[in-house]
């Protein structure tokens, strides 16, 4: 089953349970971007300028360096901000056949084609990522997640456990493990692993809309309202509460995932 924006119903649970973003809006799972690159927040905070002397700046850099991982990776980063996903795609392609042995271009690939739905060919790019760079716990992770979209939860929460041995309590990983609690169901487990993510140090904002959401999803409105207004601007409080609602309101991502699992369970 898809729903008016194209996506599967699993997918559509995704896009709002993982990431919904402090602007209210919803996204893709957090990839495993790590802080040398700009976020798609930072990029979307720019002024229209900075946006272009930035897509200038990034562009110019792996134009003249194709073959170089970081400038390669920050390009494609801002291109998966725009939602040019395919020319993301395409840059890190040419960046990992340049760079076979880098974990980081292999990672990056793997992300930019499991964010066009291009599953087999990301698991095959991750493992090979988890070859070279075998004490990477954000390879792991990855995995997790592209088995997850696969419709394979039970594979995809060895893969985060793997990630927990290397990086142990990391909110990352377990607010992933969480949501692949709530694509099959399991609210309470979800629920159980948020608020285990959520008291440790670097646990971003989407962990606790996460959370609030889940909590949510049960019925518990009231504490979902107050973890997900605690320590924002009003402003913010007011959009994490609007997505809150259209997540869970008839005929949103939700119920939409919840009766395409139900149609899915009976073939």
């Known amino acids: 089953m898809t729903n008016r924006t194209g996506l599967s119903g699993k997918a559509a649970l995704a896009l709002v349970i993982a990431a919904i973003a402090v602007?209210?809006?919803?996204?893709?799972?957090?990839?495993?971007?790590?802080?040398?690159?700009?976020?798609?927040?930072?990029?979307?905070?720019?002024?229209?300028?900075?946006?272009?002397?930035?897509?200038?700046?990034?562009?110019?850099?792996?134009?003249?360096?194709?073959g170089n991982v970081k400038s390669g990776i920050a390009w494609s980063e801002f291109l998966k901000a725009e939602g040019r996903y395919g020319e993301a795609n395409q840059v890190m392609r040419e960046v990992a056949a340049r760079n076979p042995d880098s974990g980081d271009a292999l990672l990056h690939y793997a992300e930019t084609q499991a964010a066009l739905g291009y599953y087999p060919d990301a698991l095959r790019t991750i493992r090979n990522a988890e070859n070279v760079a075998p004490r990477d716990w954000r390879t792991f992770s990855q995995e997790g997640l592209i088995l997850d979209q696969m419709g394979k939860p039970m594979e995809a929460r060895m893969r985060y456990r793997q990630a927990l041995t290397l990086s142990p309590k990391n909110p990352e990983v377990l607010s992933n493990m969480a949501v692949s609690y709530v694509l099959t169901h399991d609210l309470t487990t979800a629920e159980n692993y948020l608020r285990e993510a959520i008291v440790q140090r670097g646990a971003s904002p989407e962990v606790r809309i996460n959370l609030a959401l889940v909590l949510a999803l049960q019925g518990k409105q009231q504490e979902a309202e107050r973890v997900a207004t605690a320590g924002v601007s009003a402003e913010e409080a007011q959009q994490n509460l609007a997505a809150l609602q259209a997540a869970t309101a008839p005929g949103g991502a939700w119920e939409q995932f919840a009766v395409s699992a139900g149609q899915q369970s009976a073939m």
């Open 23 to 66: 602007s209210g809006c919803a996204s893709v799972r957090r990839p495993m971007t790590t802080a040398q690159y700009m976020s798609a927040e930072e990029i979307a905070s720019l002024s229209p300028s900075q946006r272009q002397m930035a897509r200038y700046r990034l562009e110019t850099a792996y134009l003249s360096r194709p």
